[in-house]
Protein backbone atom coordinates (compact mmCIF):
# COMPACT_ATOMS: atom_id res chain seq x y z
CA UNK A 1 0.00 0.00 0.00
CA UNK A 2 1.23 3.51 -1.45
CA UNK A 3 0.83 6.85 -0.02
CA UNK A 4 2.13 10.21 0.09
CA UNK A 5 1.99 10.30 3.87
CA UNK A 6 3.21 13.23 4.46
CA UNK A 7 -0.62 14.72 2.85
CA UNK A 8 -2.13 12.60 5.51
CA UNK A 9 -3.51 14.43 8.17
CA UNK A 10 -5.50 11.67 10.23
CA UNK A 11 -2.76 9.96 11.10
CA UNK A 12 -3.86 10.06 14.61
CA UNK A 13 -6.66 7.31 14.30
CA UNK A 14 -4.51 5.56 11.76
CA UNK A 15 -3.87 1.78 12.40
CA UNK A 16 -0.74 1.34 13.61
CA UNK A 17 0.82 -1.26 11.13
CA UNK A 18 0.57 1.09 8.49
CA UNK A 19 4.37 0.70 7.37
CA UNK A 20 4.97 2.80 4.23
CA UNK A 21 7.99 2.59 1.89
CA UNK A 22 9.97 5.28 0.27
CA UNK A 23 12.41 3.56 -2.66
CA UNK A 24 14.12 6.45 -4.51
CA UNK A 25 14.64 5.25 -7.62
CA UNK A 26 18.61 4.97 -7.57
CA UNK A 27 20.43 4.10 -4.77
CA UNK A 28 23.86 5.55 -5.19
CA UNK A 29 25.73 4.47 -2.74
CA UNK A 30 25.05 0.17 -3.45
CA UNK A 31 23.95 -0.23 0.19
CA UNK A 32 21.09 -2.23 -0.50
CA UNK A 33 21.77 -4.98 2.42
CA UNK A 34 21.45 -2.24 5.21
CA UNK A 35 17.85 -2.26 6.33
CA UNK A 36 16.88 1.31 7.22
CA UNK A 37 13.41 2.16 9.31
CA UNK A 38 12.66 5.18 10.16
CA UNK A 39 9.92 5.94 13.27
CA UNK A 40 8.82 9.13 11.99
CA UNK A 41 5.48 11.24 11.99
CA UNK A 42 4.94 13.40 9.20
CA UNK A 43 5.09 16.92 11.30
CA UNK A 44 7.62 16.65 12.95
CA UNK A 45 10.52 18.58 10.75
CA UNK A 46 13.09 16.56 12.88
CA UNK A 47 11.99 13.33 11.49
CA UNK A 48 11.74 15.32 7.74
CA UNK A 49 15.45 16.05 8.47
CA UNK A 50 16.44 12.40 8.44
CA UNK A 51 14.13 11.92 5.17
CA UNK A 52 15.72 14.34 3.08
CA UNK A 53 19.36 13.23 4.34
CA UNK A 54 18.74 10.04 3.26
CA UNK A 55 17.14 10.59 0.08
CA UNK A 56 20.03 13.34 -1.14
CA UNK A 57 21.94 9.91 -0.13
CA UNK A 58 20.26 7.65 -2.41
CA UNK A 59 19.18 5.10 0.48
CA UNK A 60 16.26 2.98 0.48
CA UNK A 61 14.55 3.10 3.79
CA UNK A 62 11.26 2.13 5.50
CA UNK A 63 9.30 5.15 7.03
CA UNK A 64 7.48 3.72 9.79
CA UNK A 65 4.71 6.14 10.84
CA UNK A 66 3.89 6.86 14.71
CA UNK A 67 0.23 7.16 14.61
CA UNK A 68 -0.55 8.56 18.15
CA UNK A 69 2.30 10.28 19.73
CA UNK A 70 0.17 12.37 22.13
CA UNK A 71 -1.14 9.46 23.78
CA UNK A 72 0.01 6.17 22.61
CA UNK A 73 3.50 6.12 21.05
CA UNK A 74 4.18 2.71 20.14
CA UNK A 75 6.22 0.03 21.72
CA UNK A 76 8.93 -0.06 19.02
CA UNK A 77 9.58 3.35 19.49
CA UNK A 78 9.36 3.39 23.16
CA UNK A 79 12.17 -0.03 22.92
CA UNK A 80 14.25 2.19 20.37
CA UNK A 81 14.61 5.26 22.41
CA UNK A 82 13.72 4.81 26.40
CA UNK A 83 15.47 7.73 27.34
CA UNK A 84 13.90 10.19 25.26
CA UNK A 85 10.99 8.14 23.70
CA UNK A 86 10.62 10.52 20.70
CA UNK A 87 10.86 10.49 17.17
CA UNK A 88 12.94 10.19 14.40
CA UNK A 89 14.71 7.22 15.61
CA UNK A 90 16.43 5.47 12.64
CA UNK A 91 17.03 1.33 12.89
CA UNK A 92 19.90 0.98 10.90
CA UNK A 93 19.82 -3.05 10.79
CA UNK A 94 17.89 -3.42 14.26
CA UNK A 95 19.89 -0.83 15.86
CA UNK A 96 18.37 2.33 17.08
CA UNK A 97 19.94 5.50 16.03
CA UNK A 98 18.14 8.56 17.99
CA UNK A 99 18.32 12.65 17.62
CA UNK A 100 17.77 13.64 14.30
CA UNK A 101 21.58 15.92 13.96
CA UNK A 102 23.10 12.47 15.40
CA UNK A 103 21.41 10.94 12.95
CA UNK A 104 22.46 13.02 10.10
CA UNK A 105 25.66 12.53 11.17
CA UNK A 106 25.56 9.12 11.08
CA UNK A 107 24.17 8.99 7.70
CA UNK A 108 27.10 11.60 6.29
CA UNK A 109 29.88 9.24 7.52
CA UNK A 110 27.52 5.85 6.63
CA UNK A 111 27.18 7.41 2.76
CA UNK A 112 30.07 9.13 1.65
CA UNK A 113 27.80 10.77 -1.45
CA UNK A 114 27.19 13.34 -1.74
CA UNK A 115 28.33 14.96 1.55
CA UNK A 116 26.48 16.84 3.81
CA UNK A 117 29.42 18.00 6.07
CA UNK A 118 32.61 20.04 4.89
CA UNK A 119 35.54 17.49 4.67
CA UNK A 120 37.98 19.61 6.90
CA UNK A 121 37.15 19.23 10.49
CA UNK A 122 36.81 23.16 11.25
CA UNK A 123 34.33 23.38 8.27
CA UNK A 124 32.13 20.07 10.21
CA UNK A 125 32.29 22.34 13.46
CA UNK A 126 30.58 25.52 11.75
CA UNK A 127 28.31 23.46 10.29
CA UNK A 128 27.84 21.81 13.62
CA UNK A 129 27.54 24.97 15.54
CA UNK A 130 24.77 26.42 12.82
CA UNK A 131 23.06 23.39 13.37
CA UNK A 132 22.93 23.30 17.32
CA UNK A 133 21.58 27.33 17.00
CA UNK A 134 18.97 26.40 14.83
CA UNK A 135 18.16 23.44 17.23
CA UNK A 136 18.63 25.68 20.32
CA UNK A 137 16.36 28.80 18.47
CA UNK A 138 14.55 28.51 15.38
CA UNK A 139 11.71 25.51 16.02
CA UNK A 140 11.73 26.80 19.65
CA UNK A 141 11.69 30.36 19.11
CA UNK A 142 8.71 29.43 16.46
CA UNK A 143 7.10 27.76 19.42
CA UNK A 144 7.02 30.73 21.67
CA UNK A 145 5.12 32.86 18.53
CA UNK A 146 2.33 30.10 18.80
CA UNK A 147 1.93 29.43 22.54
CA UNK A 148 1.85 32.59 23.14
CA UNK A 149 -1.44 34.59 24.60
CA UNK A 150 -1.94 38.60 24.16
CA UNK A 151 -0.30 41.00 21.95
CA UNK A 152 2.58 42.03 23.60
CA UNK A 153 3.48 38.46 23.91
CA UNK A 154 3.18 37.11 20.78
CA UNK A 155 5.12 40.72 19.41
CA UNK A 156 7.91 39.86 21.49
CA UNK A 157 8.23 36.06 20.48
CA UNK A 158 8.27 37.53 16.97
CA UNK A 159 10.53 40.34 17.35
CA UNK A 160 12.85 37.22 18.59
CA UNK A 161 12.06 34.94 15.95
CA UNK A 162 13.06 37.54 13.01
CA UNK A 163 15.91 38.42 15.14
CA UNK A 164 17.12 34.80 15.06
CA UNK A 165 16.18 34.27 11.08
CA UNK A 166 18.14 37.55 10.33
CA UNK A 167 21.54 36.10 11.96
CA UNK A 168 20.71 33.15 9.67
CA UNK A 169 20.28 35.47 6.48
CA UNK A 170 23.68 36.96 7.44
CA UNK A 171 25.16 33.72 7.81
CA UNK A 172 24.01 32.68 4.46
CA UNK A 173 25.40 35.65 3.07
CA UNK A 174 25.27 35.46 -0.79
CA UNK A 175 25.84 31.89 -1.41
CA UNK A 176 22.96 29.54 -2.87
CA UNK A 177 23.11 27.39 0.50
CA UNK A 178 24.90 26.99 3.91
CA UNK A 179 27.01 24.11 2.83
CA UNK A 180 30.41 23.80 1.44
CA UNK A 181 31.07 25.48 -1.91
CA UNK A 182 27.88 26.93 -2.05
CA UNK A 183 26.49 23.14 -1.92
CA UNK A 184 23.09 22.08 0.00
CA UNK A 185 24.34 19.91 2.80
CA UNK A 186 23.84 19.87 6.68
CA UNK A 187 22.64 23.24 7.61
CA UNK A 188 20.44 23.27 4.92
CA UNK A 189 18.99 20.16 5.59
CA UNK A 190 18.40 21.19 9.32
CA UNK A 191 16.64 24.66 8.65
CA UNK A 192 14.93 23.81 6.03
CA UNK A 193 13.05 21.03 7.71
CA UNK A 194 11.55 23.47 9.90
CA UNK A 195 10.58 26.29 7.40
CA UNK A 196 7.59 23.57 6.73
CA UNK A 197 5.83 25.67 10.20
CA UNK A 198 6.78 28.93 9.09
CA UNK A 199 2.75 29.56 7.82
CA UNK A 200 1.96 28.62 11.24
CA UNK A 201 4.12 31.09 12.63
CA UNK A 202 3.30 33.94 10.13
CA UNK A 203 -0.52 33.46 10.65
CA UNK A 204 -0.26 33.42 14.45
CA UNK A 205 2.76 35.92 14.72
CA UNK A 206 0.96 38.30 11.98
CA UNK A 207 4.23 39.07 9.56
CA UNK A 208 5.75 37.36 6.58
CA UNK A 209 9.30 36.03 6.40
CA UNK A 210 9.79 37.41 2.92
CA UNK A 211 9.45 40.75 4.51
CA UNK A 212 11.90 40.97 6.64
CA UNK A 213 14.73 38.34 5.33
CA UNK A 214 14.27 38.44 1.42
CA UNK A 215 17.36 36.29 0.99
CA UNK A 216 16.46 33.65 3.31
CA UNK A 217 13.02 33.16 1.38
CA UNK A 218 14.81 33.24 -1.74
CA UNK A 219 16.85 29.92 -0.18
CA UNK A 220 13.89 28.23 0.67
CA UNK A 221 12.61 28.53 -2.65
CA UNK A 222 15.81 27.36 -3.88
CA UNK A 223 15.64 24.25 -1.60
CA UNK A 224 12.42 23.30 -2.60
CA UNK A 225 13.76 22.79 -6.33
CA UNK A 226 15.15 19.79 -4.81
CA UNK A 227 13.05 16.63 -4.93
CA UNK A 228 14.38 15.56 -2.10
CA UNK A 229 12.78 18.41 0.26
CA UNK A 230 9.65 18.73 -2.03
CA UNK A 231 9.25 15.54 -1.61
CA UNK A 232 9.46 15.22 1.80
CA UNK A 233 8.17 18.61 3.26
CA UNK A 234 4.45 18.34 4.14
CA UNK A 235 1.96 21.03 2.88
CA UNK A 236 2.29 24.01 4.96
CA UNK A 237 -1.33 24.62 5.22
CA UNK A 238 -1.96 21.02 6.87
CA UNK A 239 1.20 21.93 9.21
CA UNK A 240 -0.43 25.35 10.02
CA UNK A 241 -4.19 22.95 10.54
CA UNK A 242 -1.67 21.00 12.93
CA UNK A 243 -1.33 23.77 15.16
CA UNK A 244 -4.21 24.67 15.16
CA UNK A 245 -5.19 21.73 16.64
CA UNK A 246 -1.95 22.18 19.17
CA UNK A 247 -3.34 25.02 20.16
CA UNK A 248 -6.71 24.05 21.35
CA UNK A 249 -5.09 21.21 23.13
CA UNK A 250 -2.52 23.58 25.30
CA UNK A 251 -5.75 25.91 25.54
CA UNK A 252 -3.90 28.70 24.02
CA UNK A 253 -7.06 29.66 22.15
CA UNK B 1 53.84 34.11 35.63
CA UNK B 2 52.27 30.62 36.01
CA UNK B 3 49.29 30.07 38.31
CA UNK B 4 47.30 27.31 39.75
CA UNK B 5 44.70 29.07 37.66
CA UNK B 6 42.10 26.56 38.86
CA UNK B 7 42.32 27.14 42.76
CA UNK B 8 41.97 30.83 42.01
CA UNK B 9 38.38 31.67 43.06
CA UNK B 10 39.02 35.78 42.31
CA UNK B 11 38.94 35.31 38.81
CA UNK B 12 36.55 38.27 38.85
CA UNK B 13 38.79 40.96 39.94
CA UNK B 14 41.91 39.84 38.20
CA UNK B 15 43.63 41.94 35.64
CA UNK B 16 42.25 40.85 31.90
CA UNK B 17 45.68 40.39 30.72
CA UNK B 18 46.56 37.40 32.97
CA UNK B 19 46.98 34.59 30.26
CA UNK B 20 48.56 31.06 31.24
CA UNK B 21 49.73 28.94 29.69
CA UNK B 22 49.83 24.92 29.76
CA UNK B 23 52.31 23.23 28.34
CA UNK B 24 51.93 19.33 28.39
CA UNK B 25 55.57 17.56 28.40
CA UNK B 26 55.20 16.00 25.19
CA UNK B 27 52.83 16.93 22.26
CA UNK B 28 52.33 13.10 20.86
CA UNK B 29 51.06 14.40 17.77
CA UNK B 30 53.48 16.82 16.78
CA UNK B 31 51.11 19.77 15.72
CA UNK B 32 53.00 22.52 17.69
CA UNK B 33 53.00 24.68 14.52
CA UNK B 34 49.14 25.31 15.50
CA UNK B 35 48.32 27.69 17.78
CA UNK B 36 45.93 26.99 20.48
CA UNK B 37 43.85 29.72 22.72
CA UNK B 38 41.13 29.06 25.27
CA UNK B 39 38.99 31.68 26.08
CA UNK B 40 38.35 29.77 29.63
CA UNK B 41 36.76 29.93 33.15
CA UNK B 42 38.04 28.18 35.56
CA UNK B 43 34.37 26.80 36.94
CA UNK B 44 32.69 26.17 33.85
CA UNK B 45 32.49 22.77 33.51
CA UNK B 46 32.42 23.25 29.34
CA UNK B 47 35.76 24.79 29.58
CA UNK B 48 37.12 21.86 31.62
CA UNK B 49 36.09 19.33 29.41
CA UNK B 50 38.33 21.31 26.41
CA UNK B 51 41.51 21.22 28.67
CA UNK B 52 40.84 17.91 29.35
CA UNK B 53 40.73 16.74 25.97
CA UNK B 54 43.64 19.01 25.15
CA UNK B 55 45.62 17.88 27.21
CA UNK B 56 44.97 14.14 27.04
CA UNK B 57 45.97 14.76 23.18
CA UNK B 58 48.74 16.04 24.24
CA UNK B 59 48.80 19.82 22.39
CA UNK B 60 49.81 22.70 24.00
CA UNK B 61 47.60 25.70 24.31
CA UNK B 62 47.20 28.87 25.87
CA UNK B 63 44.40 29.72 28.26
CA UNK B 64 42.84 33.33 28.32
CA UNK B 65 40.84 33.63 31.31
CA UNK B 66 37.77 35.62 31.40
CA UNK B 67 38.04 37.73 34.41
CA UNK B 68 34.77 38.37 34.80
CA UNK B 69 31.84 36.94 32.79
CA UNK B 70 28.87 38.19 34.83
CA UNK B 71 29.30 41.99 33.88
CA UNK B 72 32.19 42.50 31.34
CA UNK B 73 33.25 40.11 29.01
CA UNK B 74 36.50 40.50 27.42
CA UNK B 75 36.20 42.12 23.70
CA UNK B 76 37.51 39.27 22.04
CA UNK B 77 35.19 36.57 23.43
CA UNK B 78 32.24 38.99 22.11
CA UNK B 79 34.22 39.04 18.76
CA UNK B 80 34.75 34.88 18.59
CA UNK B 81 31.50 34.10 19.89
CA UNK B 82 29.03 37.05 19.19
CA UNK B 83 25.76 34.64 18.73
CA UNK B 84 26.15 33.01 22.34
CA UNK B 85 28.99 35.27 24.00
CA UNK B 86 30.04 32.21 25.84
CA UNK B 87 32.53 30.25 26.59
CA UNK B 88 34.32 28.14 26.01
CA UNK B 89 35.86 29.56 22.47
CA UNK B 90 39.13 27.40 21.39
CA UNK B 91 40.83 29.62 19.36
CA UNK B 92 42.47 27.56 16.45
CA UNK B 93 45.39 29.50 14.50
CA UNK B 94 43.28 32.53 15.43
CA UNK B 95 40.17 30.91 14.15
CA UNK B 96 37.17 30.69 16.94
CA UNK B 97 34.83 27.49 17.21
CA UNK B 98 32.02 27.40 20.09
CA UNK B 99 30.12 24.75 22.19
CA UNK B 100 32.63 22.54 24.10
CA UNK B 101 31.01 18.92 23.04
CA UNK B 102 31.47 20.68 19.19
CA UNK B 103 35.04 21.78 20.10
CA UNK B 104 35.63 18.05 21.81
CA UNK B 105 34.77 16.98 18.08
CA UNK B 106 36.83 19.24 16.32
CA UNK B 107 40.12 18.39 18.88
CA UNK B 108 39.04 14.53 18.23
CA UNK B 109 39.19 15.00 14.45
CA UNK B 110 42.28 17.31 14.52
CA UNK B 111 44.45 15.64 16.37
CA UNK B 112 43.83 11.53 16.30
CA UNK B 113 45.73 10.20 18.93
CA UNK B 114 44.36 8.68 21.45
CA UNK B 115 40.95 8.82 20.34
CA UNK B 116 37.94 9.82 22.28
CA UNK B 117 35.75 8.91 19.72
CA UNK B 118 34.74 5.33 18.53
CA UNK B 119 35.93 4.86 15.26
CA UNK B 120 32.79 3.01 13.77
CA UNK B 121 29.74 5.55 12.69
CA UNK B 122 27.59 3.99 15.06
CA UNK B 123 29.71 4.18 17.63
CA UNK B 124 30.17 8.08 17.23
CA UNK B 125 26.19 7.98 16.97
CA UNK B 126 25.99 6.81 20.66
CA UNK B 127 28.73 8.65 22.19
CA UNK B 128 27.26 11.66 21.09
CA UNK B 129 24.00 10.36 22.09
CA UNK B 130 25.18 10.33 25.85
CA UNK B 131 26.86 13.59 25.30
CA UNK B 132 24.12 15.41 24.44
CA UNK B 133 21.86 13.53 27.31
CA UNK B 134 24.63 14.84 29.67
CA UNK B 135 24.55 18.58 28.37
CA UNK B 136 20.68 18.15 28.57
CA UNK B 137 20.00 16.39 31.79
CA UNK B 138 23.15 17.06 34.01
CA UNK B 139 24.18 20.40 34.53
CA UNK B 140 20.91 21.96 34.31
CA UNK B 141 19.09 19.22 36.81
CA UNK B 142 22.22 20.40 39.48
CA UNK B 143 21.22 23.97 38.61
CA UNK B 144 17.32 22.74 39.31
CA UNK B 145 18.89 21.73 43.36
CA UNK B 146 20.83 24.68 43.73
CA UNK B 147 18.55 27.43 42.56
CA UNK B 148 15.30 25.86 44.20
CA UNK B 149 13.90 27.48 46.76
CA UNK B 150 11.53 25.11 49.88
CA UNK B 151 11.84 21.46 50.79
CA UNK B 152 9.43 20.19 48.46
CA UNK B 153 11.14 21.67 45.33
CA UNK B 154 14.47 21.22 46.14
CA UNK B 155 13.13 17.36 46.92
CA UNK B 156 11.78 17.29 43.59
CA UNK B 157 15.22 18.58 41.72
CA UNK B 158 17.29 16.35 43.65
CA UNK B 159 15.21 12.87 42.85
CA UNK B 160 15.33 14.30 38.98
CA UNK B 161 18.91 14.51 39.37
CA UNK B 162 19.79 10.91 40.70
CA UNK B 163 17.27 9.19 38.27
CA UNK B 164 19.53 10.91 35.73
CA UNK B 165 22.70 9.64 37.33
CA UNK B 166 21.24 6.54 37.39
CA UNK B 167 20.48 6.34 33.83
CA UNK B 168 24.55 7.16 33.33
CA UNK B 169 25.09 4.52 36.13
CA UNK B 170 23.07 1.83 33.56
CA UNK B 171 25.04 3.16 30.30
CA UNK B 172 28.52 2.51 32.31
CA UNK B 173 27.38 -0.49 33.40
CA UNK B 174 30.18 -3.24 34.54
CA UNK B 175 32.61 -0.95 32.48
CA UNK B 176 35.80 1.44 33.72
CA UNK B 177 34.63 3.93 31.26
CA UNK B 178 32.43 5.16 28.93
CA UNK B 179 34.48 4.72 25.94
CA UNK B 180 35.21 2.53 23.16
CA UNK B 181 36.98 -0.60 24.50
CA UNK B 182 36.49 0.37 27.92
CA UNK B 183 38.85 3.25 27.77
CA UNK B 184 38.27 7.16 28.60
CA UNK B 185 37.27 8.85 25.84
CA UNK B 186 34.10 11.13 24.74
CA UNK B 187 30.88 10.51 27.16
CA UNK B 188 33.82 10.22 30.23
CA UNK B 189 34.95 13.85 29.33
CA UNK B 190 32.00 15.51 28.86
CA UNK B 191 30.49 14.17 32.24
CA UNK B 192 33.08 14.32 34.54
CA UNK B 193 33.89 17.92 33.83
CA UNK B 194 30.34 18.27 35.43
CA UNK B 195 31.27 15.77 38.49
CA UNK B 196 33.35 19.03 40.03
CA UNK B 197 29.66 20.00 41.10
CA UNK B 198 28.61 17.42 42.86
CA UNK B 199 29.85 18.34 46.22
CA UNK B 200 27.39 21.82 45.36
CA UNK B 201 24.55 19.83 44.48
CA UNK B 202 24.79 17.62 47.21
CA UNK B 203 25.36 20.24 49.64
CA UNK B 204 22.23 22.20 48.36
CA UNK B 205 20.25 19.15 47.93
CA UNK B 206 21.14 16.93 50.91
CA UNK B 207 22.17 13.60 49.30
CA UNK B 208 25.21 11.70 48.62
CA UNK B 209 25.63 10.56 45.01
CA UNK B 210 27.87 7.68 46.39
CA UNK B 211 24.71 6.20 48.12
CA UNK B 212 22.32 6.12 45.08
CA UNK B 213 25.45 5.55 42.20
CA UNK B 214 28.09 3.77 43.82
CA UNK B 215 29.41 2.56 40.42
CA UNK B 216 29.50 6.13 39.04
CA UNK B 217 31.14 6.98 42.16
CA UNK B 218 33.85 4.45 41.42
CA UNK B 219 34.07 5.94 37.67
CA UNK B 220 34.66 9.11 39.38
CA UNK B 221 37.76 8.17 41.27
CA UNK B 222 38.59 6.65 38.11
CA UNK B 223 38.73 9.14 36.18
CA UNK B 224 40.24 11.97 38.57
CA UNK B 225 43.26 9.25 38.44
CA UNK B 226 44.18 10.58 35.07
CA UNK B 227 46.30 13.52 34.87
CA UNK B 228 44.33 14.95 32.02
CA UNK B 229 41.33 15.17 34.59
CA UNK B 230 43.16 15.54 37.86
CA UNK B 231 44.83 18.66 36.61
CA UNK B 232 41.82 20.22 35.12
CA UNK B 233 39.15 19.90 37.61
CA UNK B 234 38.64 22.91 40.19
CA UNK B 235 38.63 21.80 43.91
CA UNK B 236 34.98 21.43 44.41
CA UNK B 237 34.77 22.98 47.90
CA UNK B 238 35.75 26.02 45.26
CA UNK B 239 33.16 25.29 43.18
CA UNK B 240 30.82 24.81 46.55
CA UNK B 241 31.42 28.70 47.39
CA UNK B 242 31.41 29.74 44.18
CA UNK B 243 27.76 28.36 44.13
CA UNK B 244 27.25 29.94 47.17
CA UNK B 245 27.62 33.31 45.82
CA UNK B 246 26.22 32.75 42.61
CA UNK B 247 23.09 31.50 45.13
CA UNK B 248 23.45 35.13 47.00
CA UNK B 249 23.69 36.64 43.30
CA UNK B 250 20.59 34.81 41.80
CA UNK B 251 18.61 35.66 45.49
CA UNK B 252 18.17 32.44 45.96
CA UNK B 253 19.08 32.87 49.86
Not at 21 to 30: F, G, M, Y
Amino acid sequence: MKLHWHWNLIYINRPCDLNLIILPSRNRNNMAQDELVLLDCWVSPFCMRVKIALTEKGVPFEVRAEENLLSAKSLLLLASNPVHKKVPVLLYNGKPICESTIILGFIDETWASPPLLPPCAYGKAQARFWADFIDKKVFDGGKAIWTSKGEVEVEAAKDAFIETLKQLEETLGEKDFFGCNNAFGFVDITLIAITSWFLAYEKFGGFKVEEHCPKLSAWIYRCKERDSVSKTLPDSQNVYEFVVMLRKMFGVE
